[in-house]
């Protein structure tokens, strides 16, 4: 009897936090008679967890106006963007996406502007709408990188990563009016900058970059346990501009707020990578769901989605089994 597990929460995507209900399978052709599913066993309705731009922004970051994205995505101000040909954009589903291309090895978006000192404190900034660390703890990214990069392209092109970037007293370090101010990432045990791979490195045989279609990303932002089985090599996040580790401190410690929030899709440029398209972007506070499992009977290949609609017309994939 085949089954599907959903809530996996320690896989590179986790795609349950976004629906609200589920249909179990879609099968591939109507020639096949339909499954006989034994769990679960009534229809099931799945609460999401809360987000944060949803809930303290009052805008999800859906991609559907260049006010989702912080104003340093789109200016020219430092730190930049490092993106070019930057635009929302509609695709042929009727769903809005923000698509870019990376101009360098370190192109960005803002999802939450850091505050500028000396500035009026108004807009999507960080000291109006801080982030709770210790709540919100995953981030889910779905996006679609233009070119597949395998394993074995590796050594020519480098490790294709993820990083992101925080504060909790603005990005500008200053020792005497914000010791704590300063971008905050993942280092490894001799505090060298460390990102986060596509595919966890714990399969190494596996590992590659997919292009060409959406995936969704889920990041243990707050689980240093959880970043650590994507990465092995990481120890912490560390206030890299301070450059004491008094002021190191993890997401998700108690008390600690985040005033800025940037991400970087991928660290290769667009000659490499191609364009970057994302279709939504959430952090989310997650809640203490146990796993769910679906059973059926049935013998041939199915889609197993998730949907906002009780018709299953807004849905999204987990996995083809």
Same mark, same amino acid.
Request: glycine fraction near 8%; aromatic fraction near 10%; proline fraction near 8%.
């Given at each position: 009897?085949?089954?599907?597990?959903?809530?996996?929460?320690?896989?590179?995507?986790?795609?349950?936090?976004?629906?609200?209900?589920?249909?179990?399978?879609?099968?591939?052709?109507?020639?096949?008679?339909?499954?006989?599913?034994?769990?679960?066993?009534?229809?099931?309705?799945?609460?999401?967890?809360?987000?944060?731009?949803?809930?303290?922004?009052?805008?999800?970051?859906?991609?559907?106006?260049?006010?989702?994205?912080?104003?340093?995505? *789109?200016?020219?101000?430092?730190?930049?963007?490092?993106?070019?040909?930057?635009?929302?954009?509609?695709?042929?589903?009727?769903?809005?996406?923000?698509?870019?291309?990376?101009?360098?090895?370190?192109?960005?978006?803002?999802?939450?502007?850091?505050?500028?000192?000396?500035?009026?404190?108004?807009?999507?900034?960080?000291?109006?709408?801080?982030?709770?660390?210790?709540?919100?703890?995953?981030?889910?990214?779905?996006?679609?990188?233009?070119?597949?990069?395998?394993?074995?392209?590796?050594?020519?092109?480098?490790?294709?990563?993820?990083?992101?970037?925080?504060?909790?007293?603005?990005?500008?370090?200053?020792?005497?009016?914000?010791?704590?101010?300063?971008?905050?990432?993942?280092?490894?045990?001799?505090?060298?900058?460390?990102?986060?791979?596509?595919?966890?490195?714990?399969?190494?045989?596996?590992?590659?970059?997919?292009?060409?279609?959406?995936?969704?990303?889920?990041?243990?932002?707050?689980?240093?346990?959880?970043?650590?089985?994507?990465?092995?090599?990481?120890?912490?996040?560390?206030?890299?501009?301070?450059?004491?580790?008094?002021?190191?401190?993890? *997401?998700?410690?108690?008390?600690?707020?985040?005033?800025?929030?940037?991400?970087?899709?991928?660290?290769?440029?667009?000659?490499?990578?191609?364009?970057?398209?994302?279709? *939504?972007?959430?952090?989310?506070?997650?809640?203490?769901?146990?796993?769910?499992?679906?059973?059926?009977?049935?013998?041939?290949?199915?889609?197993?989605?998730?949907?906002?609609?009780?018709?299953?017309?807004?849905?999204?994939?987990?996995?083809?089994?």
């Amino acid at each position: 009897m085949p089954t599907g597990r959903l809530f996996p929460h320690t896989a590179m995507r986790l795609p349950l936090s976004i629906a609200a209900t589920f249909v179990v399978l879609a099968a591939a052709s109507p020639a096949f008679s339909q499954p006989v599913i034994s769990s679960p066993a009534t229809a099931k309705t799945i609460v999401p967890w809360e987000d944060y731009a949803t809930s303290v922004l009052r805008d999800p970051w859906d991609m559907n106006q260049r006010t989702d994205l912080g104003w340093f995505t *789109w200016g020219v101000d430092q730190p930049s963007s490092n993106m070019s040909s930057k635009r929302m954009t509609t695709d042929t589903f009727g769903n809005t996406t923000f698509s870019a291309v990376p101009a360098t090895s370190d192109g960005s978006i803002s999802l939450l502007d850091t505050p500028v000192p000396g500035k009026a404190q108004v807009g999507k900034i960080g000291t109006i709408y801080p982030i709770a660390t210790n709540k919100y703890t995953r981030l889910l990214v779905k996006m679609r990188i233009g070119n597949e990069i395998k394993s074995a392209q590796f050594s020519q092109v480098g490790l294709p990563v993820m990083q992101l970037y925080w504060s909790r007293s603005t990005i500008y370090y200053d020792q005497a009016a914000r010791p704590t101010g300063g971008t905050y990432l993942l280092v490894d045990a001799a505090d060298n900058q460390v990102g986060l791979t596509f595919s966890p490195q714990s399969a190494p045989s596996q590992w590659s970059m997919e292009g060409g279609h959406y995936v969704i990303y889920s990041i243990p932002i707050g689980d240093l346990a959880g970043l650590q089985a994507l990465n092995p090599n990481i120890v912490k996040w560390k206030n890299i501009n301070a450059n004491n580790p008094a002021t190191d401190v993890n *997401w998700g410690a108690p008390g600690v707020t985040a005033d800025s929030l940037r991400f970087k899709p991928v660290n290769l440029p667009g000659s490499t990578v191609g364009g970057v398209d994302i279709d *939504w972007v959430r952090l989310v506070a997650p809640a203490a769901d146990a796993p769910e499992t679906i059973s059926w009977s049935g013998g041939q290949t199915y889609d197993i989605v998730v949907s906002t609609a009780t018709d299953c017309g807004a849905k999204e994939r987990i996995k083809k089994i």
